[in-house]
């Protein structure tokens, strides 16, 4: 099983946090929110930290079949 990363742009405040914690995986865009990093590979653990430290729970991690 596979998961996918998902960022609710709406929400994102821009604190920096997922880019911090899982800089192969976020930046913070022109917009200062948060993007996912192209060919970033399979979510890893610093993944699913930075879903947890995320402060406006922006971003989530999805299984898919």
């Not at 405040?13 to 865009?29: D, N, Q, V």
């Not at 402060?55 to 991690?61: D, G, N």
């Amino acid at each position: 099983m596979s998961r996918r990363i998902e960022i609710d742009r709406d929400i994102c405040i821009g604190s920096g946090l997922c880019a911090a914690t899982a800089p192969r995986h976020f930046a913070l865009g022109e917009d200062r929110r948060s993007r996912i990093l192209p060919d970033a590979g399979e979510p890893d653990e610093e993944v699913a930290d930075a879903v947890d430290f995320c402060p406006v729970e922006a971003i989530s991690l999805l299984s898919e079949p």
